[in-house]
């Protein structure tokens, strides 16, 4: 029995967020928990980024309510950076900013599903699409990959998944939670498919200057123009630039989505703070140096837990090619015994990990697929290398 509305008792929460908080309160007692679990990463914002935030702080101007979709020329520099960093020429009245990317993504699924829409969602997906989607009244279809495909959906797939009330498609890559990218023409080949059949897709694009090796990222309505009409791209500076706390993302949509969505946002939560607003001028339109130096770091983190990972028997992990998430299956070592108990799915396993090797992992279930672990490798070189060999050496014991 429960007070609170059937749509929002709906609402599971946030696993991400759950592992996160626990990890936290284990070391708070004082136990040297090694934490696999949150999606941010280990440094500190750069500095200019910060002092236009201290010398906003002082300024009158940004003491007041500001224009609900976002300051103007925030606004015109996502323009420029758009344009800049995937090639997609769009007008700033195609541009909403948002607390985060995660406002961008609830209100996006708000202004364009009704109930009984259908979103194709390939999994593993990221925790909070579902949700979203459901509290939009519309139902998520998913679209099971694995780690043989390296976590990538074949047009065949999603094209069996379509049905009548099929209206969109959300895509992410770089993806949370398996670092897949999906190369650029299978990006061109999906967008051509969904502008065939008039669907919607959503790609969430937060992840973009996450890539390594010879990855790249293509923005899906540059590759498919004729797409651009019945396309929202997602994005924000929180993983870029280290801003996860600042929280300003941004949807890029027509004009007529973004004029409504905007209307939403008007009576939802008005303007983003304009300290934090001014914070994120200053970071998309300034240089990308601080990005490149942070990708060499997780590149050499990914590089470590990959071959880590891979030498754990039981344990098999693809190589991310971008974000900054590892995702291994542990299926092999379910039902086995581990210091006398026999964890039967993946979020059992990742409880006695954290109870037995004070290292915490985020189980496949919150992503819509058992039997993996989500690890995020945005964490400092020795505590990644020390917290593999913690749990390896527990799961080594498995028989
Ligand atoms: N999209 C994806 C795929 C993410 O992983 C995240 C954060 O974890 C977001 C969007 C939203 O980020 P934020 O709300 O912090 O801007």
Request: one cysteine or more; a negative charge.
């Amino acid at each position: 029995e429960t007070r609170v509305s059937a749509r929002v008792g709906a609402i599971a929460e946030s696993a991400t967020l759950a592992v996160d908080a626990k990890a936290k309160a284990l070391k708070a007692e004082g136990r040297p928990v090694i934490g696999f679990g949150a999606g941010e990463p280990d440094f500190a914002t750069p500095e200019p980024i910060v002092r236009a935030a201290q010398e906003a702080c002082a300024d009158p101007r940004n003491h007041r309510y500001s224009p609900a979709s976002g300051l103007p020329e925030l606004r015109e520099a996502i323009v420029t950076k758009t344009a800049r960093d995937s090639g997609y020429v769009i007008q700033p009245n195609q541009v909403l900013v948002t607390n985060g990317g995660k406002q961008a993504v609830y209100q996006t699924f708000a202004a364009l599903l009704d109930p009984g829409d259908e979103v194709l969602l390939p999994a593993p997906y990221w925790t909070t699409y579902p949700e979203a989607i459901r509290l939009a009244g519309a139902t998520p279809v998913e679209v099971p990959t694995d780690e043989s495909t390296g976590y990538l959906a074949t047009l065949e797939q999603l094209e069996a998944s379509r049905t009548p009330r099929t209206r969109m498609l959300l895509f992410n890559s770089p993806s949370n939670p398996t670092g897949a990218v999906y190369p650029p023409e299978r990006v061109a080949e999906i967008g051509r498919w969904a502008a065939e059949h008039d669907l919607w897709v959503v790609t969430d694009e937060i992840y973009e200057h996450l890539v390594y090796g010879d990855a790249r990222h293509v923005s899906m309505p540059v590759e498919v123009p004729e797409l651009a009409d019945r396309c929202v791209v997602l994005n924000g500076v929180a993983k870029t630039y280290a801003m996860t706390g600042w929280r300003v993302g941004w949807m890029i949509g027509p004009t007529d989505v973004i004029k409504a969505t905007a209307n939403l946002q008007s009576h939802l939560t008005s303007n983003v703070s304009n300290v934090s607003q001014r914070a994120a001028l200053e970071a998309v339109s300034g240089p990308l140096d601080a990005v490149a130096e942070m990708r060499e770091a997780f590149d050499r983190r990914r590089r470590t837990i990959v071959e880590m990972l891979g030498a754990i028997p039981g344990v098999s992990c693809p190589e991310p090619k971008g974000a900054f998430y590892a995702y291994p299956s542990v299926k092999e070592l379910l039902g086995t015994e581990i210091r006398g108990r026999r964890p039967r799915s993946s979020a059992e396993l990742a409880e006695l990990v954290l109870e037995q090797a004070e290292v915490a992992v985020v189980p496949g279930e919150a992503f819509g697929t058992p039997g993996y672990f989500r690890m995020s490798y945005a964490l400092g070189d020795e505590d990644l290398a020390e917290g593999v060999r913690r749990m390896a050496a527990l799961l080594s014991e498995a028989k």
